[in-house]
């Protein structure tokens, strides 16, 4: 491919990967507001993940076509993938921004590679670069300002516990990426992962396990009333569905140490989004924490990709598959900002 060719497709990668992160930086705000409402968290995410399992169903199954051997050869890791990094994650997610603001909560969540790290070094003696140590011990001070920790315990610890649970069902997914479910293709691992989480939400549910309560009020962002059943389509088909398909898109792109740091334009997202729809902005300290939460963040991951390891083995959730079927999930970056344009 010529230069030209190369810059053209790490342009196309970028757009993608903002408008992924973008995506995937509203479902917090959105998910607030039918909170408001009356809305439980488990319906929240049930309807969500249930909505992007249909988006995403066909592109996956393409993307396992041939491969079913290897499905079936890791059905247990991808069951697991979709109760805990899916399910339990998104679930736990959504229950903090009902009792916190969404900004803290995603960047708790957010902490989840640190996280992963420090559990690796007192579980398995593998002791972590000093890079990467200098980074975890960044976050450990930014985590201090974002919880206002030195002006005493503002924030509902209820919606911190929640905060926690999300950071570690995702920090699951680095682990289970070690044990062999980055082999999968990821379009398909995302298809597989949402079908199960929404059938473990819909059992719990209908078992009256998980509590699903839905409301009909019109729900207000940016001192607007809307439609109840808008924010629902928006979280299913744009923080879902069109969400995973750009972000394994942009990936598929970048092919650089650039995909490593994408995600975390969804923490910037998710703060502005917040700000916009619900007014809610952190304080100056909290601002400062949070920046430095993402510059540890970036400090951890590059000490990782110095040594072979679960964070450097484990692949994003949105990361490229190894089969072509990505590209039919790979729609133009004009044709993605149309459809997230509409429900």
């Not at 190369?6 to 479902?27: E, I, P, Y």
């Not at 507001?33 to 995410?45: E, Q, S």
């Not at 079908?195 to 409301?215: K, W």
């Not at 299913?236 to 970048?254: D, E, F, N, S």
């Amino acid at each position: 491919m010529s230069a030209h060719g190369h810059d053209r497709q790490a342009r196309a990668g970028l757009a993608l990967a903002v408008l992924s992160a973008a995506s995937f930086g509203l479902s917090g705000a959105l998910a607030r507001g039918l909170f408001d409402t009356g809305w439980t968290a488990g319906a929240v995410v049930l309807v969500r993940v249930g909505l992007g399992t249909l988006v995403v169903a066909p592109f996956a199954f393409a993307d396992l076509r041939g491969r079913w051997r290897e499905l079936r050869a890791h059905a247990g890791l991808v069951l697991l993938y979709g109760v805990v990094p899916v399910a339990l994650a998104q679930f736990a997610y959504f229950s903090a921004v009902a009792h916190m603001a969404v900004g803290p909560a995603l960047l708790i969540e957010y902490t989840a590679p640190a996280t992963v790290v420090a559990w690796l070094w007192l579980r398995r003696g593998e002791r972590p670069t000093t890079v990467t140590l200098g980074g975890a011990l960044v976050c450990a001070a930014g985590l201090v300002l974002v919880l206002d920790l030195l002006a005493g315990p503002s924030l509902d610890p209820i919606g911190v516990g929640w905060a926690l649970i999300a950071m570690i069902g995702a920090a699951t997914y680095y682990v289970l990426g070690a044990e062999g479910i980055a082999a999968l293709p990821a379009v398909g691992l995302a298809g597989c992962g949402l079908g199960v989480a929404t059938g473990s939400l819909g059992l719990l549910g209908a078992v009256g396990a998980l509590p699903l309560r839905a409301a009909t009020a019109a729900p207000r962002y940016a001192g607007v009333r809307v439609p109840w059943w808008l924010p629902l389509l928006a979280l299913g088909l744009v923080t879902c569905g069109i969400a995973y398909c750009a972000g394994i898109a942009a990936i598929r792109r970048l092919r650089s140490r650039v995909a490593s740091f994408v995600g975390l334009l969804e923490v910037v997202a998710g703060v502005a989004w917040a700000w916009l729809l619900l007014a809610q902005m952190p304080r100056p300290l909290q601002l400062l924490g949070g920046l430095l939460l993402l510059a540890g963040i970036v400090i951890v991951r590059l000490g990782e990709r110095d040594r072979p390891g679960v964070i450097a083995a484990a692949h994003d959730p949105r990361a490229p598959a190894e089969s072509d079927s990505y590209a039919a999930c790979a729609p133009s970056p004009e044709r993605l900002v149309r459809r997230s344009a509409s429900p």
